[in-house]
Nanobody, 118 residues
């Protein structure tokens, strides 16, 4: 059973930084990609960063230049460094991993709250 455990959320002032961690129970190379999503109550979960097995990175415009996804292969951990945080970044952040063969299957962490105050 795949387990993803997030940590690092908390309360920070606008302009500050936080680093989220996601520890996987197995090798992160068993997944086609890993990603971070966020969700505000009443809204759809949105992608904020992704890293493929080959190392390709993807960010939406809303976080590009502020957020950085990275990984530590030896520790089976993926990180999300968040700089220049804004109040609109407030959300629950979820770690995601997925495989596409034979069919797409997604795995999710439990989520960690990030709150950015004015």
């Amino acid at each position: 059973q795949v387990q993803l455990v997030e940590s690092g959320g908390g309360l920070v002032q606008a302009g500050g930084s936080l680093r989220l961690s996601c520890a996987a129970s197995g090798s992160i190379f068993s997944f086609d990609a890993m990603a971070w999503y966020r969700q505000i109550p009443g809204k759809q979960r949105e992608l904020v960063a992704a890293i493929s097995r080959s190392g390709s990175l993807s960010y939406p415009d809303s976080v590009k230049g502020r957020f950085t996804i990275s990984r530590d292969n030896g520790k089976n951990t993926v990180f999300l460094q968040m700089n220049s945080l804004k109040p609109e970044d407030t959300a629950v952040y979820y770690c995601n991993a997925f495989k596409v063969v034979p069919v797409r299957r997604d795995y999710w962490g439990q989520g960690t709250q990030v709150t950015v105050s004015e």
